[in-house]
């Protein structure tokens, strides 16, 4: 005998109230006492919504993908030295400008500047003052790269007066940096890495440990106008290998006449692509080997600079047509200029997943001290040579200077206003790690929501199972109840056959 469907339903409820997990319903059903039932009633309500808030605000957390930043402190045996890039203020030499490079050199001069927005009437006009303008010169041939290895900045025997490296006097020289075109004409890299060969290792934090070079910045050979570089001294940029350096952004300047002692420490980044974070591991650069944000930032300008004007300006890589000078002030500068105030779209370079970057705190001393100033011109055993070496330098090919002699002293004044000595060191051999990891991962969600239902329900997804369970049951149940009932048949009694269903033959 089957049970009618109430009595089923029934049996439902109270099976599921007798034998399911949340054990706060089995207070409401069976409490004897109507208060208490309405206690346990209430009690569970208010859990229940207290429980639905802080799912949602998980949900919610969790649907934001916010990311932590966990910042540790690796200590190792050894660090690679990072690049080291120098520039002087002074992008041409007065000494290797011919008559010709005199009379394009106000073009030349306001094409190069890294400031491009500086420039408007009054700077033009200051130009022009000092370098008498011909528009003809400046709109022929010309080859920048040829002029600037010539005329800019030279890292030679003149200009490093000395190098060590950890230490070891004379270890290292000229032909340890690397030449690279920037804002500031030509710059030298040490420890580049453009050789393939392995990087220097630094071993020992402190001054002394590093890098330490002087350098002749050579004030007597300043083309600079005052709309240009009123600076004197070097721009310098701790980078890493793969970071192109942007001088114009990026770096810190060093006066003439000190002792520069610049403390570094390594820091290295690792980010998380989107949702979670903003880089892109699957970005590429078509002129630099690895993606870097400056790498990035350099090639679309490059690229704006082409699209534009169809050429690339002398800095910028690629194997283009250069700019001319007349390009290069009346065309590339104003896609620049534009670009900077937002007139054309701006360059779209996301965050790297992976890259290194170093901190500096640069501390000057004056050089050289009273005493030291004898000891180090003693220390050059032909003083009259290496004078005569800065004079013909001055004096070779300018065409106001040709034939002068203007003997140059070596003495604590022109040491003062020529010298510098750069020591570039690790402040400690470790290196900060910054790496984003997701504030709430999938796993910490389940978890969290399992806490919730756990704390204020006493349940867990075994009574989620068990409600989905009897909502089943009880929707078959409804439905079956609502099923028409089907009349009891007989036998087919029609012609040829008997009442047993026997067929009459």
Not at 31 to 37: A, C, G, L, Y
Not at 79 to 104: G, H, M
Not at 463 to 491: D, F, V
Request: hydrophobic residues 35%; proline residues 4%.
């Amino acid at each position: 005998m089957t049970a009618s469907a109430p009595d089923t339903e029934t049996n439902l409820e109270e099976e599921f109230v007798s034998n399911t997990t949340l054990h706060g319903i089995a207070r409401v059903a069976h409490n004897s006492r109507t208060i208490f039932r309405l206690a346990w009633l209430a009690i569970m309500l208010v859990f229940l919504g207290v429980c639905i808030a802080q799912i949602t605000d998980r949900l919610q957390r969790f649907f934001m993908y916010k990311a932590n930043t966990a910042i540790s402190v690796e200590y190792v045996g050894d660090l690679d030295f990072p690049a080291v890039t120098i520039c002087n203020f002074n992008r041409y030499r007065w000494s290797e400008l011919t008559s010709s490079d005199l009379r394009s050199l106000n073009y030349i001069l306001e094409a190069t500047d890294y400031d491009y927005d500086s420039y408007g009437e009054a700077s033009s006009s200051s130009l022009s003052d000092t370098y008498p303008l011909d528009d003809d010169n400046a709109s022929s041939a010309f080859n920048y790269t040829e002029f600037t290895l010539r005329a800019g900045f030279l890292m030679d025997d003149l200009t490093l007066l000395s190098c060590e490296w950890r230490g070891k006097t004379n270890s290292c020289s000229a032909a340890n940096f690397s030449h690279v075109f920037t804002s500031f004409g030509n710059c030298w890299t040490f420890n580049s890495g453009s050789d393939g060969g392995p990087l220097l290792k630094e071993i020992q934090a402190g001054a002394g440990n590093g890098l330490r070079v002087q350098i002749d910045i050579q004030q007597n050979e300043y083309t600079e106008p005052l709309s240009g570089n009123r600076e004197a001294g070097l721009k310098v940029l701790v980078h890493d290998q793969q970071t192109p350096p942007m001088m114009d952004s990026q770096g810190f300047a060093i006066q003439p006449g000190v002792h520069a002692f610049v403390a570094t420490r390594r820091q290295q980044f690792l980010n998380l692509e989107p949702p979670y974070g903003k880089c892109d591991a699957s970005r590429t650069l078509n002129r630099f080997p690895n993606y870097t944000l400056e790498g990035c930032n350099i090639e679309c300008r490059t690229e704006k600079i082409i699209e534009r004007c169809n050429c690339r300006l002398v800095r910028h890589p690629g194997t283009e047509v250069e700019c001319t000078p007349r390009q290069t002030s009346e065309c590339a500068r104003d896609v620049l200029s534009k670009l900077r105030s937002g007139e054309i779209p701006a360059c779209d370079c996301p965050v790297p997943c992976n890259y290194t970057t170093f901190s500096t705190s640069l501390s000057t001393a004056t050089l050289p001290n009273q005493r030291a100033t004898q000891l180090l011109v003693d220390q050059y055993d032909d003083l009259a040579q290496y004078s005569s070496n800065i004079s013909d330098t001055t004096n070779t090919g300018s065409a106001s200077s040709a034939g002068q002699s203007n003997p140059i002293l070596l003495d604590s004044t022109y040491m003062q206003n020529n010298w510098i000595l750069l020591d570039v060191f690790y402040e400690n051999i470790n290196f900060q790690r910054y790496e984003q990891s997701e504030a709430i991962t999938p796993s910490a969600l389940i978890s969290d929501i399992g806490g919730q239902l756990g704390l204020f329900l006493g349940a867990s997804f075994i009574t989620l199972t068990e409600i989905l369970s009897y909502l089943g049951r009880k929707l078959g149940s409804i439905l079956a109840s609502r099923r028409p009932r089907r009349a009891a048949t007989s036998p087919d009694t029609s012609p040829g056959w008997d009442m047993n269903g026997v067929k009459i033959t």
